[in-house]
């Protein structure tokens, strides 16, 4: 009997050890199930706060410095309706916008020009969001006493076959150009619709497009090109062949030296840069900003002009 005893007594032991490793073994699989199904909740919030994020991420814009006038007020008044919200926009000319955003350094390119027109830029890569269009015109000091050239003459003028302004009917004054640098979209459009491609001869070069109309401006005899928002009465801006730089005659494509106006994307914008390009286009920008500012809204264009040049 004792030994029964003791063998029960034994077996109860072991039982209750069992038990209790039972019991340890099975407590860590209610919480990897709790864990399993919280899952989709931080995903969900992560998500949440992935957009709020978004919608508030920096944008930087670089680029035109034609175009850094408009992007720059459209910014301010972005940001002035979504606090907390930071754009930085930036100059630098085109090609250097059309590079910053392609290695995906800047948040949007701003260029005159087509990326397709830009060597070494993967233009398959980006997307194109035309926003306005500028007119540029050739100026000069306001003392030249002309205000139209033929393309010809302009053509001469810039290639350094013409050097003094009296061979085109101005004073007895040496030209001095005053260009901007091959990366600058403003020279691409200028040269490709007014030169017709005439290579530029050598000049004083400057990256910004203040700077030109500053130089310009103090300069007697000095000659460049600029965007029409740029254009105010310390300098010139001349007729070609007879046609005004205005937005009837650029609307229509009867004064064909004007550029459309894009911010490019790499891929399909999101977020803050998504809805700062959706605000570009409302009628409170194009109506007001763009038109204040000397660019022609995109809607008002009559004519579609692709990346070759071609018009219809």
Do not use: C
């Given at each position: 009997m004792k030994k029964l005893s003791k063998m029960f007594m034994a077996l109860t032991v072991v039982g209750a050890l069992l038990a209790g490793c039972g019991s340890n073994s099975a407590a860590p699989t209610q919480p990897q199930q709790q864990s399993g199904t919280a899952t989709p909740a931080p995903e969900s919030n992560s998500g949440n706060a992935g957009t709020e994020q978004t919608s508030n991420e920096p944008i930087t814009a670089v680029g035109s410095t034609a175009m850094q006038p408009l992007i720059e007020q459209a910014a301010k008044d972005f940001m002035a309706k979504n606090q907390g919200l930071q754009i930085q926009v930036q100059g630098g000319g085109s090609g250097t916008g059309l590079s910053q955003v392609a290695s995906g350094a800047a948040t949007i390119g701003n260029s005159d020009i087509f990326a397709e027109e830009k060597k070494d830029i993967p233009a398959a890569e980006l997307v194109d969001h035309k926003i306005a269009v500028v007119g540029m015109a050739a100026v000069v000091n306001p003392e030249i006493n002309i205000d139209n050239l033929t393309k010809q003459q302009l053509i001469d003028i810039f290639s350094g076959k013409v050097t003094n302004w009296?061979?085109?009917?101005?004073?007895?004054?040496?030209?001095?150009?005053?260009?901007?640098?091959?990366?600058?979209?403003?020279?691409?459009?200028?040269?490709?619709?007014?030169?017709?491609?005439?290579?530029?001869?050598?000049?004083?070069?400057?990256?910004?497009?203040?700077?030109?109309?500053?130089?310009?401006?103090?300069?007697?005899?000095?000659?460049?090109?600029?965007?029409?928002?740029?254009?105010?009465?310390?300098?010139?801006?001349?007729?070609?062949?007879?046609?005004?730089?205005?937005?009837?005659?650029?609307?229509?494509?009867?004064?064909?030296?004007?550029?459309?106006?894009?911010?490019?994307?790499?891929?399909?914008?999101?977020?803050s840069a998504k809805a700062f390009l959706e605000f570009m286009l409302t009628e409170e920008v194009q109506k007001k900003t763009v038109t204040d500012l000397g660019f022609l809204p995109i809607t008002d264009m009559k004519v579609d002009r692709g990346a070759d040049g071609s018009v219809k």
């Open positions: 009296k061979e085109v009917g101005g004073p007895d004054q040496k030209v001095t150009l005053v260009n901007r640098p091959k990366s600058s979209g403003t020279r691409a459009t200028f040269s490709k619709f007014a030169l017709d491609g005439t290579e530029e001869a050598e000049g004083i070069t400057e990256d910004s497009s203040g700077t030109v109309r500053k130089i310009i401006s103090e300069t007697p005899g000095a000659i460049g090109y600029l965007a029409l928002s740029y254009i105010n009465d310390s300098v010139k801006a001349l007729k070609l062949d007879g046609v005004e730089a205005n937005g009837e005659n650029i609307a229509t494509n009867k004064y064909p030296v004007w550029a459309y106006q894009h911010m490019y994307t790499k891929g399909e914008p999101t977020g």
